[in-house]
C-alpha cells in the first residue's frame, strides 16, 4: 500500500494563477482531509469530505475549493493564489470514526506564491 | 470552536532520559486525542491516540494520559532514543460532518534528545 500520496511535492506560483493539489489514497477510508501549516501554528483544517461527491468546510476554508469525485481522491483548488497561501499543504484520510477514525497524512505539497 | 495549547514549544533531554508534553483543550465535548510525530520534511504519524473513556494508554516507550475534569492531556516518551528528536503534536477533536474528527491541533513541541 502507498497509504496517502499527494502531488506534486512542491511548486511556484505567482499571484493570481490557480492551480490544483491531488490527494489519493489506496486504503480505501471514506473520509478525506485538507490542512495546511504554517511556521508556528500546527495543523489547520481546510476542507472535508465524508464521501464520494459531499465536501464541508473546516477552520480556514476561504480562497479554497475542493471536490471528491472518486473516493480514492480530494482535489484542493486556489483558483487565484495570494502570498498568504504560501504554505505547507498536508492531506490525510481516515475511516469513519464507527471504525476508528485515525487519521494518516501524506507527504505534503510546499506552495510558495510570490 | 476547540483550542488546543501545548507546551513546552521546545523541549531538549539527554538520550535515556523521560520527555513529557501537555495540551490543554476547551471544549468540554472533545473525545478524541491523537499525538503525531513529524520529522523534518515529512507528514505527521500518528503514535498515540486515547478516547475520552480512557485515563491512560501505552505502547511501549510511549504513554498517553488524559484527565477529562482538567481539560488536559499529556504524551510521555521514557528511555529517550536520538531517533526519536522530531516535533510532536496533540489535537482534539470535535465531531464534524456525519461522524467525522474534526481535528484542532496544538503549535507543536520541537524534541531534541541528545546522545
Known amino acids: 500500500n502507498a497509504g496517502v500520496t499527494q502531488t506534486p511535492k512542491f511548486r511556484v506560483l505567482k499571484t493570481g494563477q490557480s492551480m490544483t493539489l491531488l490527494c489519493a489514497q489506496d486504503?480505501?477510508?471514506?473520509?478525506m482531509y485538507w490542512y495546511r501549516q504554517d511556521p508556528g501554528m500546527g495543523l489547520r483544517l481546510i476542507h472535508y469530505s465524508v464521501g464520494e461527491g459531499t465536501t464541508a468546510k473546516g477552520e480556514v476554508p476561504d480562497g479554497y475549493n475542493v471536490s471528491r469525485l472518486k473516493k480514492q481522491n480530494f482535489l484542493l483548488g486556489l483558483e487565484s493564489a495570494a502570498p498568504s497561501q504560501t504554505s505547507v499543504y498536508f492531506c490525510?484520510?481516515?475511516?469513519?470514526?464507527?471504525?476508528?477514525?485515525?487519521?494518516?497524512f501524506g507527504p505534503g505539497t510546499r506552495l510558495t506564491v510570490t | 470552536g476547540e483550542n488546543v495549547e501545548q507546551h513546552p514549544s521546545t523541549l531538549s533531554v539527554q538520550e535515556g532520559d523521560s520527555a513529557v508534553i501537555k495540551c490543554t483543550y476547551s471544549?468540554?465535548?472533545?473525545?478524541?486525542f491523537p499525538w503525531y510525530k513529524q520529522e523534518l520534511g515529512k507528514g505527521p504519524q500518528l503514535i498515540i491516540d486515547i478516547r475520552s473513556n480512557v485515563g491512560e494508554k501505552k505502547d511501549q516507550r510511549i504513554a498517553v494520559t488524559l484527565n477529562k475534569t482538567a481539560k488536559h492531556f499529556s504524551l510521555h516518551i521514557t528511555e529517550t532514543q536520538p531517533e526519536d528528536s522530531a516535533v510532536y503534536f496533540c489535537a482534539a477533536s470535535i465531531s464534524g460532518g456525519a461522524g467525522s474528527y474534526q481535528l484542532t491541533f496544538g503549535k507543536g513541541t520541537k524534541l531534541s534528545v541528545i546522545p
Open positions: 486504503m480505501n477510508h471514506e473520509y
Open positions: 471544549d468540554s465535548a472533545s473525545n478524541y
Open positions: 490525510a484520510s481516515s475511516y469513519s470514526t464507527r471504525r476508528g477514525g485515525k487519521q494518516y
